[in-house]
Structures are given as C-alpha cells and as structure tokens.
C-alpha cells in the first residue's frame, strides 16, 4: 500500500513539475524582428534602434520573458498570422489587410515613402549633359525640326520662285532661299532678306507664323527633354515620374502593396533593404523606394555617400507593433499602455532627435 502511495506521489509531483515547465515555457514571448535602422539595428553587441528601445524599456515595467527571433519582413507577417511567433516589435505599418491577421499596438510613429537612387556627382552630370547631345532622342527632334522647316520653306518656293526669282530663284539655290526663309521666319528673327510677293506665297506664310509659335514651343520642348539626363536624380519630385522605371521594394512591404494598387508594373521585390541596396548598386533597378527613416538612414551613414533622397513623399504611415490574435488580450493592453508612456515622455523626442527623426 505505501509502495503505491509513493509511486501515486512521484507521478503527481512530476506532472506538476512538467506542468510548471510548460508553463514557464508557454510564458516566453517569441518576438520576431528584421533588421530595420533606425528602428532595429544590428552589431556585434546585439540589438539597439528606436523598437528596441522602446519594448525593452517596456519589458522592464512588465518583466515578460521573451527571446527574439530574427526573421524577413514576410516571414514576420506570417509568423504572427500563424502565431509562431508573439509579438513583432518593427515598425509595421498599420493597413487593413494586416489588421484582419494581427492586432496592433498604438502607432508610435508617423512616416512615408519616399524614392532612393545613386548619388551623382556635378561632374558626372555636365559630362552626361554634354553627351546627351549625342542622343538619338536629341538628333531626332532636331530632324522633325528641320523636316517641318523643309516642308514650308519649299512651299514658299514654289509660289515663289516663277514670279518672285530675285529672291526665290529657281533650282537647289531657290530651294536653300525657301528653307532659309522658313527658318528665320519660325525664329521670328526676320532680316527681311527674302519675303513671298505672291498671294499663295503670303498665305503660306501667313499659316506658317501661326503654325511655327505652337511648333516652335513643342519641339523646344521636345530637345529639352532629350538633354535631360538623369531624370530620377535631377527632376523627378512625384512618384508617378517613376511609373517607367525599375523600382527596388521591399517584399510584401506596406510601399509594396501601395505602388502595385497604383499599377506600378516594373517592381522588383527582395527579402531586405540590404538585397534592394546591391541591386541599385549594380544597377539592376533604377532606384529604391522604401519608408523615409529607413532610406534617409543609409544615407546618412553611408561614408562614401552613394546614395540621395528624393524629394519624393507619398503613402503616410502609422507604425505599431503587432500582436498575434491569440496573445493574452491584457498582455497586450499593458504594453500599449507601457509604450504610450514612453512615447509621451521628453526622453522620446530626444531619442527621436538624434536619429534625425523628430518632426517640428
């Protein structure tokens, strides 16, 4: 009888033991992150970065155990929808679509989108204006030029050259005095030197000064845009400029999904900002559209200043943590109240600061 007693007493004590295990087990957070500077940094030491500073002062107040696990962007997602993992402490952007597979924290942090390219230097562009040029864009709107100026300056001569031979005289030297008229005619320079005598000849002319001042404007425009080189570094201040270029994003990124709603055709989707950075860098893409802290911190710690922003800002987002639906619902309340602490505090916009991230 005692026998079984110790033996009914093991097997309690051990399943009590195995239970306190598991629950101690089950108690430990899986917080999964990807490398995101500013907000999650990687180095030797560890993890630092705005997100991480502000769960592990969290975690300091609600003394939660947890582990971190190093994860993609899209592994992230799925790891919360499938509840592998607990919480993701990068600044996920809040959307509709994410929020019917997670919960999300408060946001902590209001950003956009803007466009990243090569950086090119004065140099470069006077030598790449100087070789536009050569052009075939450029030679092509100089010949629909001449070929306009051709076709009135030859009309005229011939009204002209019959009655008016002093001036329009006939043969290829007629010829050269009709195409010679025209042009001085559609630059409104006017010496005067030759002028048509004969009723077709002023009609000709008078539709050519009216023709030549809508022409003139679209062909200057024309051979502008052709000199025009390095359009995404120079000029372009408006997402849409870049709807006919190869654009670098983020897979299954909040800008991701935003451009290809907005039929952005030629994007190129890799795991990290890392891989998009290699691909501008050998030119695979034309440039690197990502959210502003993110891009704007390459930039500012790249020391041999590859890279610039463009004055380019669309798709406003709101950054948050996000939850796992299964996560106790008052774990979540007490780290959204411990984040909103934080984030009101003065040593936020200090930290804020000195990642250059604190708005007026």
């Known amino acids: 009888m005692k026998r079984n007693l110790h033996k009914f007493l093991a097997i309690t004590l051990l399943l009590c033991f195995s239970f306190e295990v598991q629950a101690a087990k089950n108690d430990t957070l899986v917080v999964g992150y990807y490398p995101s500077a500013p907000f999650i940094i990687e180095n030797v030491t560890g993890l630092s970065g705005i997100s991480v500073y502000l769960w592990e002062n969290i975690q300091r107040e609600l003394k939660q155990p947890y582990v971190y696990k190093k994860m993609t962007l899209n592994e992230v997602l799925k790891g919360v929808a499938s509840t592998d993992i607990d919480v993701t402490i990068d600044p996920l952007t809040i959307t509709s679509a994410r929020s019917e597979i997670m919960d999300f924290s408060a946001p902590y942090y ?10 090119v230097s004065s140099f470069q562009k006077g030598m790449e204006f100087i070789g536009s040029f050569l052009s075939l864009n450029f030679f092509k709107a100089v010949g629909a030029l001449f070929l306009i100026v051709f076709i009135f ?13 002093e001036e329009f005289k006939p043969g290829i030297k007629g010829l050269w005095s009709g195409i010679w008229w025209s042009a001085v005619t559609m630059t409104t320079v006017g010496y005067g030197d030759k002028s048509p005598k004969t009723a077709g000849g002023r009609i000709i002319a008078l539709i050519w000064m009216f023709s030549a001042i809508i022409i003139i404007s679209g062909f200057t425009a024309s051979i502008a845009s052709s000199l025009t080189v390095n359009q995404l570094s120079w000029n372009q201040n408006k997402i849409e400029d870049f709807k006919e270029k ?18 952005f055709k030629n994007l190129q989707s890799y795991k990290s900002l890392k891989e998009c950075q290699s691909a501008l860098r050998e030119m695979e893409v034309d440039a690197i559209s990502h959210d502003i802290p993110q891009v704007t911190y390459i930039t500012q710690f790249d020391s041999l200043s590859q890279y610039e922003i463009l004055p380019v800002s669309y798709n406003s987002q709101l950054y948050a943590f996000g939850f796992s639906t299964k996560l106790d619902d008052d774990l979540k309340k007490s780290i959204t109240v411990e984040l909103l602490k934080i984030t009101e505090s003065t040593h936020w916009k200090v930290l804020l600061s000195e990642y250059g991230l604190l708005k007026e």
């Open 246 to 263: 190869k654009i670098a994003v983020i897979e299954k990124s909040a800008t991701e999904s935003y451009l290809r709603q907005h039929f």
């Open 153 to 165: 300056g030859t009309l005229a001569w011939v009204f002209e050259h019959k009655h008016n031979p």
């Open 110 to 119: 209001i950003s956009s989108s803007s466009v990243m390219v090569r950086s």
